[in-house]
């Protein structure tokens, strides 16, 4: 019986058409060719056929006429009979009579076909019988949508492949559907956006990420929409007590540990479904919902106010089995132990007026008690009952954003009736009044209102919908993506050496995975750890004190990064304490460079108690660029530390680089400017702290090999010249730097320890070596400089 129809479907495809919808011909707007990649894998099987067979049934009367195509490595004679058993389980809604969805079924079968695609050939063969099809029926062609359901190391050579030989004819659109993962950090992501952007424009490229089709979580801002009068006077610190973004699993990683070992559950589900749903929640609205250029644009703006996340930040955890399915699943002996999380709880701060201080949790594991997705909305009650602890306003204020499964089984907006009762102005959604009885977050069903959707549809059909309307306001845009990134890569290399807790898995987890939030770190509630001998392999031996030593002759601290980084904070801390005890003000000097940053996030995190707003900030270098431009050194710092901080303004001393309307010119006497600045502010011109680093050719500041040093005399600033670009720099001199009460030098990383080497046998000899002219005339210089780069 299959063989037959298989033949049908051939032979129809082979004239290109359906003789019912030729009919329509008038009102077409054109034809669309669909093409899905991997189109007999897990994902094309599970759910894209069905969102595609439901985008035919409610297009097909729109006007548009289709062709499908599931293409595959294997050769036809395999890949036709395995897409036949899938098309083959396709159903329609309950709405659509038996009689009509046999129709419509029969229609969409005889319109798919399967295609290799695996070389160049395959792709140009499929382009140019698109363009025959097409030909020989005289339809006008509206667009050709590609969904790569591959794994993403493909992605870039099919790109390319389409652009090549597959791209539609002049007026048309091509749409080309991506899956995560979009790399694996912030470098990775960077380098597959730039590939795939030599082979599709911005426009062309739909990211997915399904958990922006689930009904509850596109409702998120349509619902804060219709809901501003309620929602804009309780939408902020003074009434929020915290954000709980969670997605519990209860299955385990067997059978994908290729896979997962590689990524975590942080890579999973974190960096891209609940920071979504984060952005969401705390986004500026949109003034157009419509509008994809603004709810992006807002989001990215969330981005940018986002604290930055530490190791403090996080917790996590493997369960117990894990071990063993690596071991087997990788082919790995009995000692191999992987740190990879499969839970994760992560604590996020938004620095802006409206929400900073506001907790935000974002929460998922595996071998959980249950499945069940859900961000919720804790409000604070200042409302304390004296006897009846049952009555409404005593009871917890919460919005719940219930995405599925768990005890309620439906995605539904769940609203405590001492908040507001909630509008919907969606057709499409409804009021549940009549519910069993059933628990939510604490909160029996009963006191909430509830709202659901008539129609429960798929995530996946959703988005399929919004592909084909063009609409990209729920995909993922590139600099979305890096912003994303730039978020969690610091957390993720943070906690590459972090050892999770072990959980047995469902309920026996009891309460062993229960966080407390405390300031602005968070940790687990109970002390116990599990950590067995051999879960800690033989790295117990590294050892993570900090070294106390000598190097060039005087003070040097060094440790791992992160314990490295801690202490010069520390110390950092300490001195500007002191200053300020004694002379109520603490100057400070800041180089650029990378290597400070994960000093800037440490001080940013731990802002509360430093003595910022007594803290004067002075810059060792800076470039001749624009201050707002990401070059700039200033930038960096404003971006990375000053912004986060409650520092005043007239604190700040950016060196002046653009004067005039032009960047450093000669007359301007930018350097003599901020010269001045000094002498008449910092008593003595003697800085309190000042932070170097060094470069791979030994500068420092911005003071290069190869310069007569001397000639600078008394000056405190001076132009210099880079070998590299922009050449031009304005620096504080050797005089300036060595009248502090104390310098640092910050040397960290494996690039560095040839120079390290290096430095610690050459002599003083500033204008070869330039860091060695640093010697303080009264004050103390400690060198900063990690294991990597001491040891290699
Ligand atoms: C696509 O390929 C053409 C050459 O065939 C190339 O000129 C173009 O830059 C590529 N990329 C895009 C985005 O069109
Ligand atoms: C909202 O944006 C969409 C898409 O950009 C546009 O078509 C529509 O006209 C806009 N609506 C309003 C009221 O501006
Ligand atoms: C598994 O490892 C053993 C020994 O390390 C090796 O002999 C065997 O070929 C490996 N099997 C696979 C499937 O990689
Ligand atoms: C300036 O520094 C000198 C020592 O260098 C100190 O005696 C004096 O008190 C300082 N003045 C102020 C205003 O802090």
């Known amino acids: 019986m299959f063989a037959t129809v298989l033949l049908l479907l051939v032979a129809l495809c082979a004239q290109g058409g359906n003789g019912e919808e030729r009919g329509e011909e008038a009102q077409r707007p054109g034809h669309v060719t669909v093409v899905i990649v991997g189109g007999t894998g897990d994902l094309a099987k599970k759910y894209l056929w069905r969102g595609f ?84 029926e005289g339809m006008t062609e509206a667009g050709r949508l590609f969904y790569l359901s591959v794994p993403a190391f493909v992605y870039a050579d099919i790109a390319d492949k389409i652009n090549s030989s597959c791209r539609p004819t002049s007026g048309a659109w091509l749409r080309v559907v991506l899956e995560k993962p979009f790399g694996h950090d912030f470098r990775s992501a960077q380098v597959l956006a730039s590939q795939l952007g030599g082979s599709l424009k911005d426009e062309e490229m739909y990211r997915i990420d399904h958990y922006l089709g689930k009904q509850v979580v596109a409702k998120i801002l349509p619902f804060r929409i219709e809901n501003k009068k309620f929602l804009d006077p309780i939408w902020n610190k003074h009434h929020i007590e915290r954000v709980e973004i969670v997605l519990k699993e209860t299955l385990d990683a067997k059978g994908r540990i290729a896979f997962y070992d590689q ?99 974002m929460i998922s594991g595996k071998m959980l008690d249950e499945r069940v997705g859900y961000a919720r909305i804790v409000f604070k009650n200042d409302v304390f009952c004296v006897q009846n602890h049952n009555s409404v306003h005593c009871k917890p204020k919460q919005i719940v954003f219930y995405f599925g499964h768990g005890s309620l089984q439906y995605p539904a907006v769940l609203v405590s009736k001492n908040l507001f009762k909630p509008v919907l102005k969606d057709a499409e959604w409804k009021e549940v009044t009549e519910h069993k009885d059933v628990n939510v977050l604490g909160l029996s069903i009963t006191d909430y209102y509830v709202h659901t959707p008539k129609k429960q549809r798929e995530a996946y059909s959703e988005l399929i919908s919004h592909i084909f309307a063009g609409r990209k306001n729920s995909f993922i845009s590139t600099e979305n993506l890096l912003a994303s990134w730039g978020l969690w890569t610091p957390l993720l290399s943070s906690l590459a050496t972090s050892f999770p807790r072990i959980y047995p898995g469902g309920a026996e987890n009891g309460d062993l995975l229960d966080i407390c939030v405390k300031g602005r770190e968070i940790n687990y509630n109970s002390e116990v ?115 986060h901080v409650r520092i005043p303004y007239h604190n700040i001393h950016p060196m002046p680089v653009q004067l005039n309307q032009r960047l450093c010119v000669e007359e301007d006497r930018g350097a003599l400017l901020y010269e001045n600045e000094i002498r008449a502010l910092v008593n003595g011109s003697s800085f309190h702290f000042v932070l170097l680093g060094v470069g791979y050719d030994s500068h420092t500041a911005s003071l290069f090999p190869g310069s007569k040093w001397d000639e600078h005399g008394k000056k405190l600033v001076v132009m210099t010249e880079s070998p590299n670009k922009p050449h031009q720099r304005m620096s504080l001199t050797f005089t300036a730097i060595n009248g502090a009460r104390r310098v640092a030098v910050l040397v960290m990383g494996k690039g560095k320890h040839e120079l390290v080497t290096q430095l610690s046998r050459v002599k003083d000899n500033p204008d070869k070596w330039p860091v060695t002219g640093v010697k303080p005339a009264s004050g103390t210089l400690v060198w900063y400089i990690d294991y990597d780069a001491l040891l290699g």
């Not at 929640?281 to 989001?299: D, F, R």
């Not at 369960?319 to 191999?336: F, S």
């Not at 005890?581 to 940053?597: C, D, Q, T, W």
Request: proline residues 3%.
């Open 53 to 136: 067979f439901e985008l035919y049934v409610n297009k097909v009367k729109g006007g548009n006429t289709f062709s499908f195509y599931g293409g595959g490595l294997s050769p036809a004679d395999k890949g036709k009979p395995a897409l036949f058993e899938i098309l083959k389980t396709l159903s329609c809604s309950k709405d659509i009579s038996q009689e009509r969805c046999a129709l419509l079924k029969e229609q969409f079968l005889r319109l798919t076909q399967y295609r290799e695609l695996k070389t160049l050939e395959n792709y140009q063969k499929l382009g140019k019988d698109i363009e025959q099809d097409l030909k020989q």
């Open 263 to 361: 990524y975590g559950v942080i890579r999973d589900v974190l960096q891209n479904h609940l920071t979504e749903v984060m952005t969401l929640l705390s986004m500026k609205l949109p003034k157009n919902l419509s509008n994809s250029e603004e709810v992006l644009n807002n989001k990215l703006q969330i981005f940018r106010s986002l604290l930055p996340v530490g190791k403090k930040q996080a917790v996590v955890g493997q369960y117990q089995a894990y071990k063993t399915e690596v071991q087997q699943e990788l082919n790995k002996t009995k000692d191999h132990v992987s740190i990879t999380p499969t839970f994760a709880a992560v604590l996020a701060y938004i620095d802006d007026a409206q929400y900073e201080g506001i907790p935000i949790l």
């Open 529 to 643: 750890v599990i950590i067995s001998n051999d879960q800690m392999g033989g790295t117990s031996a590294k050892g993570f004190q900090v070294m106390q030593g000598k190097f060039r002759g005087t003070d040097m601290v060094s440790a791992w990064s992160e314990e490295l980084v801690n202490r010069l904070a520390e110390d950092l801390q300490e001195a500007a304490e002191a200053a300020v005890r004694e002379n109520g003000v603490f100057h400070l000097a800041l180089s650029g460079g990378s290597s400070p940053l994960a000093l800037f996030y440490r001080l940013a995190l731990h802002h509360f108690s430093f003595p910022w707003r007594e803290t004067h900030v002075w810059m060792v270098d800076e470039r001749c660029v624009p201050l707002s431009e990401a070059e700039s050194n200033f930038n960096t710092l404003h971006d990375h530390l000053l912004q």
